[in-house]
T-cell receptor, first 112, second 111 residues
Framework: QKEVEQNSGPLSVPEGAIASLNCTYSDRGSQSFFWYRQYSGKSPELIMFIYSNGDKEDGRFTAQLNKASQYVSLLIRDSQPSDSATYLCAVSLSGGYNKLIFGAGTRLAVHP | DVKVTQSSRYLVKRTGEKVFLECVQDMDHENMFWYRQDPGLGLRLIYFSYDVKMKEKGDIPEGYSVSREKKERFSLILESASTNQTSMYLC??????????FGPGTRLTVT
């Protein structure tokens, strides 16, 4: 059974700090990795994707991928209360059809 | 902007009823997906479709069926609703090999 593991949290950080969210996955053939943000009662919203080892930056967000360690992370710099949400890690399944496996999510709470 | 819409935000049905959940996307995406989301269990794939009239079972297809007669529309059918199908149902669409975009979700309660 292919799996994606995330710490459920809550991860509590003060406003202005860096929030670090982590994800491990079991399918060594996975090629694409995604981070979604989900506010309470809302649907997931894509915020980042990464395909290659290393870092990818987009504004306050940085995704980091290490395929050898089967590890992907999301850093949020200058965290704001509006970043408080559940962050879902999603990993493509090897074998096609663009199927994704989702982690259960990490709840982030940014306090003023 | 990609737009995925779902027919209802909230739905209450009785046990044994046949339930239809509709999803429409406006970006000409080949792939469409139905998930359910439950607390602590994350998103679980029910069915997906990679072309018109083509469908594949996901991880939890029991008690569900799907229909895709047109590219833009993907329907989820609960043949005989049961209380354990009370959940948030999320539809998503994508081009092959790229990210999925989600609709707003339908919160279904079966009493």
């Amino acid at each position: 059974q292919k799996e994606v593991e995330q710490n459920s949290g809550p991860l509590s950080v003060p406003e202005g700090a860096i929030a670090s969210l982590n994800c491990t996955y079991s399918d060594r053939g996975s090629q694409s990795f995604f981070w979604y943000r989900q506010y309470s009662g809302k649907s997931p919203e894509l915020i980042m994707f990464i395909y290659s080892n290393g870092d990818k930056e987009d504004g306050r967000f940085t995704a980091q991928l290490n395929k050898a360690s089967q590890y992907v992370s999301l850093l949020i710099r200058d965290s704001q209360p509006s970043d408080s949400a559940t962050y879902l890690c999603a990993v493509s399944l090897s074998g096609g059809y663009n199927k994704l496996i989702f982690g259960a999510g990490t709840r982030l709470a940014v306090h003023p | 902007d990609v737009k995925v819409t779902q027919s209802s935000r909230y739905l209450v049905k009785r046990t044994g009823e046949k339930v239809f959940l509709e999803c429409v996307q406006d970006m000409d995406h080949e792939n469409m997906f139905w998930y359910r989301q439950d607390p602590g269990l994350g998103l679980r794939l029910i069915y997906f479709s990679y072309d018109v009239k083509m469908k594949e079972k996901g991880d939890i297809p029991e008690g569900y069926s799907v229909s895709r007669e047109k590219k833009e529309r993907f329907s989820l059918i609960l043949e005989s609703a049961s209380t354990n199908q009370t959940s948030m149902y999320l539809c998503a669409s994508s081009l092959p090999g790229v990210e999925q975009y989600f609709g707003p979700g339908t919160r279904l309660t079966v009493t």
